[in-house]
T-cell receptor, first 111, second 109 residues
Framework: DAGVIQSPRHEVTEMGQEVTLRCKPI?????LFWYRQTMMRGLELLIY????????DSGMPEDRFSAKMPNASFSTLKIQPSEPRDSAVYFC?????????FGAGTRLSVL | GEDVEQSLFLSVREGDSSVINCTYT??????LYWYKQEPGAGLQLLTY?????DMKQDQRLTVLLNKKDKHLSLRIADTQTGDSAIYFC?????????FGAGTRLTVKP
């Protein structure tokens, strides 16, 4: 398996624009997680899904953030409108048991 | 709330042993993990230990768990420059998984 695949690897956008981050989990995994990593706040869990259903979105910072998982092999994290303080590395991870496997991340810069 | 804490920086010389420490507060933790993050990359699982174990060894890596003190450590023997990275401690209880802030290990030649 190729592991967790995230796209794009880098995204540069202007304030106010919509940003969509994508994730393909490892086949057969039934949990999917979205994290945000910044120097100031470290690694923060934003939301996670189990069998495509959002279970806990208490980490989503604002209504500008939304996440979907339309099927077992794809998830998106959308920010609309984006703000400079959203600049961070966003990681997707998937698991089928007790180990989470991380993607390489999307580095987002909002100017 | 529950917390995972680790020191932010560690610097060692090549060939020495590195010991990275972590403390956690959740007494219901079932699994504890060490992840490694290299620059520009995601977190890579290094090793993990079940909470009813007190030690696990895997080649140059030794994990020690003191469940009474809620203290976890990662020892890297014969540290190499390629070990320079950020090391994250994480603990899992029920459906929650919490990460520490990461320890940046610098290995000097």
């Amino acid at each position: 398996d190729a592991g967790v695949i995230q796209s794009p690897r880098h995204e540069v956008t202007e304030m106010g624009q919509e940003v969509t981050l994508r994730c393909k989990p490892i086949s057969g995994h039934d949990y999917l997680f979205w994290y945000r990593q910044t120097m100031m706040r470290g690694l923060e869990l934003l939301i996670y899904f189990n069998n495509n259903v959002p279970i806990d979105d208490s980490g989503m910072p604002e209504d500008r953030f939304s996440a979907k998982m339309p099927n077992a092999s794809f998830s998106t994290l959308k920010i609309q409108p984006s703000e400079p303080r959203d600049s961070a590395v966003y990681f997707c991870a998937s698991s089928s048991g007790n180990i989470q496997y991380f993607g390489a991340g999307t580095r987002l810069s909002v100017l | 709330g529950e917390d995972v804490e680790q020191s932010l920086f560690l610097s060692v010389r090549e060939g020495d042993s590195s010991v990275i420490n972590c403390t956690y507060t959740d007494s219901s933790s079932t699994y504890l993990y060490w992840y490694k993050q290299e620059p520009g990359a995601g977190l890579q699982l290094l090793t993990y230990i079940f909470s009813n174990m007190d030690m696990k060894q895997d080649q140059r890596l030794t994990v020690l768990l003191n469940k009474k003190d809620k203290h976890l450590s990662l020892r890297i023997a014969d540290t190499q420059t390629g070990d320079s990275a950020i090391y994250f401690c994480a603990e899992r209880s029920r459906d929650d998984m919490r990460f520490g802030a990461g320890t940046r290990l610098t290995v000097k030649p």
